[in-house]
């Protein structure tokens, strides 16, 4: 993908943003923040105490009152109460309502396709969508010399976009990026075979195991391993 100097920097002629300020846009909306000592702080970064409660939770009750109850519509309430409690509370206390929105929504169509099917183990069904279709736009982004730990990081490093200039850091946020996806593909590898053999227990834990804590590690081991080399003076 060759891109002119004037699509990566200022606004285009046609008032279109240019990629440059697409890119900023993205990386001010993930979340991802460097902490006080200049390291990602990977708490933060997925809303803190508060965000890991949001995600955890309503997965966590559902998979909890399935597995001693099998009532399909007793624990799917409970995952949507959890979901739209966090939400209510954030409008309560004027919170940014972004990620409760979110949670709320996915609960939401999880509970439909579980509805839908009557299974349990389909509440978690929307969730391998969304891991393939990340997959698929990271590597995306990997083949067209954008990928998406620069668009994360490089912001929050002050490199903006100058990094697609330099080859050794092109390709350190390119393996970052690997990094990220191959979290992605972990997950689907160990919880469809969970999946496809009716587990509900066994696919909730993981589901819950490889969710945040995960993508936490994931996104830490990525800017690590991105991290600029530190020139010494002479």
Same mark, same amino acid.
């Given at each position: 993908?060759?891109?002119?100097?004037?699509?990566?920097?200022?606004? $285009?002629?046609?008032?279109?943003?240019?990629?440059?300020? %697409?890119?900023?846009?993205?990386?001010?909306?993930?979340?991802?923040?460097? #902490?006080?000592?200049?390291?990602?702080?990977?708490?933060?970064?997925?809303?803190?105490?508060?965000?890991?409660?949001?995600?955890?939770?309503?997965?966590?009750?559902?998979?909890?009152?399935?597995?001693?109850?099998? #009532?399909?519509?007793?624990?799917?309430?409970?995952?949507?109460?959890?979901?739209?409690?966090?939400?209510?509370?954030?409008?309560?206390?004027?919170?940014?309502?972004?990620?409760?929105?979110?949670?709320?929504?996915?609960?939401?169509?999880?509970?439909?396709?579980?509805? $839908?099917?009557?299974?349990?183990?389909?509440?978690? %069904?929307?969730?391998?969508?969304?891991?393939?279709?990340?997959?698929?736009?990271?590597?995306?982004?990997?083949?067209?010399?954008?990928?998406?730990?620069?668009?994360?990081?490089?912001?929050?490093?002050?490199?903006?976009?100058?990094?697609?200039?330099?080859?050794?850091?092109? $390709?350190?946020?390119?393996?970052?990026?690997?990094?990220?996806?191959?979290?992605?593909?972990? $997950?689907?590898?160990?919880?469809?075979?969970?999946?496809?053999?009716?587990?509900?227990?066994?696919?909730?834990?993981?589901?819950?195991?490889? #969710?945040?804590?995960?993508?936490?590690?994931?996104?830490?081991?990525?800017?690590?391993?991105?991290?600029?080399?530190?020139?010494?003076?002479?």
């Amino acid at each position: 993908m060759n891109t002119s100097p004037e699509s990566e920097g200022k606004g $285009r002629p046609d008032g279109q943003p240019s990629m440059s300020e %697409l890119a900023g846009q993205y990386a001010a909306r993930s979340g991802v923040e460097r #902490g006080d000592d200049g390291q990602i702080d990977v708490l933060k970064s997925v809303g803190g105490v508060r965000g890991l409660a949001e995600a955890i939770l309503p997965g966590l009750l559902f998979t909890l009152l399935y597995t001693i109850t099998s #009532g399909l519509y007793l624990s799917l309430g409970a995952a949507v109460v959890a979901a739209g409690a966090f939400a209510a509370a954030n409008l309560v206390q004027k919170r940014p309502l972004v990620q409760s929105l979110t949670g709320v929504i996915g609960v939401a169509i999880c509970a439909v396709f579980a509805l $839908r099917s009557g299974s349990g183990t389909t509440f978690f %069904l929307p969730g391998f969508y969304l891991n393939g279709a990340y997959i698929l736009a990271f590597i995306i982004s990997v083949a067209v010399k954008w990928p998406v730990a620069g668009l994360l990081f490089g912001f929050i490093r002050g490199e903006n976009v100058s990094w697609r200039n330099e080859p050794k850091r092109l $390709r350190s946020y390119t393996l970052a990026t690997w990094i990220i996806i191959s979290v992605f593909a972990l $997950r689907l590898a160990v919880q469809l075979p969970l999946y496809l053999a009716d587990n509900v227990a066994a696919l909730g834990t993981m589901r819950l195991a490889m #969710g945040v804590p995960l993508y936490a590690l994931g996104l830490w081991l990525a800017w690590v391993i991105s991290r600029p080399v530190a020139v010494r003076e002479p």
